[in-house]
């Protein structure tokens, strides 16, 4: 039989009740905490995604998709299912995914247009958007994210500057909402409540209170991108090489292509 | 507005941030203080329109909210105010966006030219597809046989069942079919014979455990999200644990503490089994003593407390873990165990569907659930699985006509089905073939696709194509479905986001929400909603339909007339917030013990049925005399029940004559020559089986309703495959890898699909999907164009339109065969053989 445990209290809570917050733990929530304080900003939007409470449901997907009439064969926000162990101790993992929205972002750097480029992280929350009336259509920064977020959109753009490539598109938090107080569009539809969105710089936030709580993991921590989504409950990820690595793997990402970039 | 059971608890700090003056944009919003019921368009920033209403993507039926931009339905999303939803929504009730500019969506009225099922048509006018129907009802009712205009819907709820029902009663035809037995009405029997209406609700807010026996609840459900997203914060928050019994690790199992594999249609053994560590451990003691009041378990019904334990440990003697390892592949350890768990952990809540009903025993595996229930007093009180409760509207009456004469093929072969309360749709297709009881002169779909639904799809099309045997079939379909194609008259239905509905669906809250459905948008092209349709029809034919003149107006006088709804506004209010509930309510529980007063039950015309126990009124002397149990419909006139203890409400009866109490014993089922107390039966099939057979199982995934939604573009590009479900070590006994081509034969057909092989699925068993493999349903489901579509309509989608594999329907080799006590098709029950092509 599978056992597989929903732990209810994190382990740091649990050293923290024992009042033994020890160094290993510290080193942990180093990380985010190190990313918060790398650049002076106002505000720092962030998601963090709580897999305990993902059911796989991909109500997250379609109502991106249709928030933004996003193209078929695209999508701005996506839910992987990952299948492991061995019958009859199998798991299937959910891994909801989105743009990371990196405090140190590859796509930007890679953008060529010029005075100002086309994708950029904004100063004032640290959301990275793309000035769909700059972008030239070249791609670049599709191949520059490790994360495989960005798409080029064919509906958006002028044809003629972007010789009929379309735009590059990805997920941007739903500013058009939540710069009108309203939550993202993938946040209010979930069902687990499993993804919590808010100001990491504000440290009464949700956000910022589960980011310092819990064992966080961000997708490609080596990457040194430092992205503002967390996942709670998917430390898998940043496990060392499995030992039986043989074992019984299947990755449906529920996308056009299966993608050739990984989160780990 | 923030929903009430926000975990995060945002309210505090959004309230904060407008009261310290902070302005509201983005730049220092700390938080935000909308959940949602507000909308904005990414390209322009313009605020959209929001309206409320209500989903019918699946019967959960969800309270919704709709965004219109420059008259274009854009977004839908969920309804913050509403106490089922609290805030949130599954992928297919947004995906409805789809559904209505779906490039293949029927906009006019089409007349058959060619063949059936050639797909050559004509367009019509509504006046001569409605004469057309109203001369062939005429003519029907001139002859005295109105029976023969028979109507069969698959999906049609509250006022929509009120108005088109009602229509049809009111024409003088009874012969009205509907689609439940294909979906769970097997286990709506088994409730019905046991604690009386139909329906449980797993109250997973007050819940400390759950034990589910074979529903994929979080994937897929009849109160789908209204109970889902409760059950992920039951887990998530308070550290619920959920231990599932499946063939396969569903999302729900892989979601569960546990899920423990077991052979299909083998549950009812593993809760057989439970009773009997129940039982022999003594943990009935305390609530079951106390629940056992309330429960018949022998013919004696004035038998005591102990009488029944000693019954009940007599019958489940034998039923032992051990004995039940043998034929479910489940430990011992792990019975005893888990029985010992869902006994002690109070409250515990029992989950069942599918996985448990959808086979030969379901009907007494359900039966055995809630004998489970019973002797560990898990049920009918907070935590526990619940009688529900919807929204009782006031509707506007429609009069019936004085005579209604009804075609008896609705409930299977005679002997077939003993008692079939929720029909046995799988066998109308057959019986209308066989001819013995009549065939209809005109056979009218509403949202029913028999040739896909059902099972044996090729005989379907064989019977639908016949002409002889179905002289004429109309079908009224927003889309050109798998069985429209095989009508003579197609009438063009709106989707839901065109229509009006006072809507019922039970609230997990267990206090009611009333709630309606409006448009979103003007209907399409010239689709109208059926249940507006009937109302011409009404008029072509004289049949009277009451004071409403149209369905909206229906919908209006039961807002206005309705207690509680009306006080708040009525129908203006609901228009505006789309839900009402009474703030004041209760949450409902424990209904069978409330004590009836004597000046009740010593009422004039109330009589003691001294077998049953049963307080009731006969509506004659030969009533009286023949007895409750044996007189044909005597459940509505049930009072109450004398039990030793005193007279109670008990659990009153619908649909069967049985009695007050919780009845395990049943003197029905022991009329109809089966085991009056809940007992353990093997699968006849099953039992045949050879060393390389296997069970052929279906199987629902979150993206999609069952045969309705493969249309919707975003849906079909996440979920358009169905690859066969198959474990290593069976693959590799058959020389089967990963994506090989495979044959699955039974003994009504063989389909070639491809092997998903997975460790996530129990040996010895093939597990197929529903949803795919469409012959018809438009381009986005199955490649093929409908009549009388442009090119894309505008979609600027149809070109990036990516994948070609539409799967398969298991459909066409699993016999249509049903459970013999209450109709139930056995989805699970198909043996099959597998070979790599």
Known sequence: MTTHSTPTISRRQMLKRMGAATAGVTVVAAAPMAARAAKKQEVRYAMVIDTRRCSGCQACSIACKAEFEVPLGAVRSWVEHIEVGQYPNVERRMLPRLCNQCSEPPCVEVCPTEPKKATYKRESDGIVVVDENLCIGCAKCLEACPYDARFMNPHKGDPVKTKGNGVADKCDFCLHRISQGVQPSCVNTCQGKARIFGDLNDPTSEVAKLVDEYDTTVLLRGKKTKPSVFYIGADYLEAKKDPKADQYFRLDTHRKEPSSKRWA | MLNRRNFLKLGAAATTTVASGASLNVHAAKELPHWGNKDFSPATGKQRQAIPSACWQCVTRCANMGYVEDGRLVKIESNVNSIRTEGVMCAKGQAAVNHTYDPDRLLYPMQRVGERGSGQWKRISWNEALDMIAARMKKNRDAGTPEKVAFHYGRMKASHSKTIGGFFKAFGTGSIGNHTALCEGGKWTAQELTWGGHYDNWDFDNTKFVLNFGSNVLETHTNHIPTAHRLLWAMAEKGVEMVSFDVRLSNTAAKSSEWVPVKPGTDAAVIAAMINVVMSEGLYKGDGEEFLKYTRVTEDVNADVATKIATIKKHVKDYTPKWAEKISGVPASKITELARRFAKTKPSVLVSYRGLVAHYNGNEGERLAQLLCAVTGQMDKPGTRMKAVGAGWKWPKIPKAKKIKKLDIFDGFPGQVAYPTHHVAEMVLPMIKDGRNGRPDMYIMYCWTPAYANGNVGEAIDILKDEKLMPFVVSVDPFYGDSTMYADLILPDTPFTERWTAEDMVDPAQIGEFYIRQPFTKPLGEARDFSDVVFDLAK???????????????????????????????FAYMKKHGVWHDKKAKPQQQVYNRPVAESVYKAKGVVLDSASGVYWKPASEADAKKGYVATKGAYKKYVAQKMPHGVFSGFAPDKVNKSGYLELWSPLLKAKGFNPFPTWMEIPEHQKMGPDDLVLTTFKHATQTHSRT????????????????????????????????????????????????????????????????????????????????????????????????????????????????????????????????
């Not at chain 2, 034919?541 to 509680?564: I, Q, W, Y």
């Not at chain 2, 349903?777 to 442009?790: E, I, K, L, Q, V």
Request: charged fraction near 25%; hydrophobic fraction near 35%; aromatic fraction near 8%.
């Open chain 2, 710 to 837: 493969m249309n919707c573009k975003y849906l079909a590009e996440v979920y358009h495959n169905n690859p066969a479900w198959i474990n290593p070590v069976t693959a590799k006994a058959r020389g089967i890898y990963d994506g090989d081509r495979i044959k699955v034969t039974s003994e009504v057909g063989e389909m070639v699909t491809k092997a998903r092989v997975t460790e996530a699925i129990i040996p010895g068993v093939v597990a197929i999907s529903h949803h795919c493999g469409h012959w018809a349903y438009g381009r986005y489901a199955s490649g093929r164009r409908a009549p009388f579509t442009d090119e894309d309509r505008g979609d600027r989608d149809f070109k990036l339109k990516w994948w070609t594999e539409n799967g398969v329907h298991p459909n066409w080799i699993i016999p249509n065969s049903p459970d013999p006590i209450n109709g139930q098709q056995r989805w699970m029950d198909t043996v099959v053989q597998v070979t790599r092509v």
């Open chain 2, 540 to 570: 072509r034919l004289g049949v009277d339909m009451g004071k409403a003149k149209s369905h909206e107006d229906f919908v209006r006088l039961a807002c206005d007339n309705t207690p509680g709804v009306k006080e708040a506004g009525g």
